[in-house]
């Protein structure tokens, strides 16, 4: 039972003006510790309302989503948010991080959340930020950070929240060359300590460096090697 994510028939549909948008169709897929991989197609083909599936903000037309072997489907609503807190980080493409809390509290937030206590939560946060080399941000402000830090600030916060389960939407799109691939080396890091990661992309380097690439089209998604 190495299937971390085990998706089953899964089906979205969009109704929108009274006519039916079939994003994804019968989609049986699974994904495994430790493996990394890209997500690819065109813009609107899907790849955003999939990792809003997986990550449970969103529920599916049909089909079944499994984590760690669990259903998500027809739990309740307290289940399913400690499944996601336990389970599944997330990070966007931007406006990932919380305005009003400066780096240091946007990473120890998932730590307060789970309990712990606001000092402990901040000198681990502290340490983290230390390990994607913002150090010397720790009281910075999102909107003092470069697009490029605040990325890295985001992939703290997934650090922080020990989830097994990352997904990125788009995570380096609005980064130059050289930024995304600093950025990507922490998920490469992330990959090595075990944990499961579906990124979705438009950057061929980052797919040619996954274990391999999802694409998405017409509705259906296949495994590509290349
Ligand atoms: P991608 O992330 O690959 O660019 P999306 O998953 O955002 O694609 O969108 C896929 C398709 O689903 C698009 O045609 C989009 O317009 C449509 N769509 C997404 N969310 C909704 C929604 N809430 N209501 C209606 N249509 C939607
Ligand atoms: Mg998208």
Partial sequence: MSDIIKIKNLQK??????????????????????????LMGPSGSGKSTFLHLI?????????????????????SEKQKNLMIR????IIFQNNNLLSDFNSLENVAIPLIIRGE????????????LDKVNLGHRLKHFPSDLSGGEQQRVAI????????????????TGNLDEKTSKEVFSYFLKLKKSKKTILIATHNRDIAKQADYTLRISNGNIKRSNA
């Avoid at 529920?59 to 739990?75: A, L």
């Avoid at 336990?86 to 980080?89: G, K, Y």
């Avoid at 206590?117 to 340490?127: L, M, P, R």
């Avoid at 703290?156 to 995570?171: G, M, Q, V």
Wanted: hydrophobic share 40%.
């Fill in 55 to 75: 990550s449970l903000l969103d529920t599916p037309t049909k089909g079944e989503i499994f984590i760690f072997g669990k259903k998500t489907q027809n739990i």
């Fill in 13 to 38: 549909h969009f109704i929108a003006n009274r006519s039916v948008i079939k994003v994804l169709n019968n989609i049986n897929i699974n994904l495994k510790k430790g493996e990394l991989v890209a």
């Fill in 156 to 171: 703290a916060r997934s650090i922080a929240s020990e989830t097994n389960i990352i997904l990125a939407d788009e995570p």
């Fill in 117 to 128: 206590k606001y000092k402990s939560s901040t000198e681990k946060a502290a340490k983290i």
């Fill in 86 to 89: 336990n389970n599944i980080s």
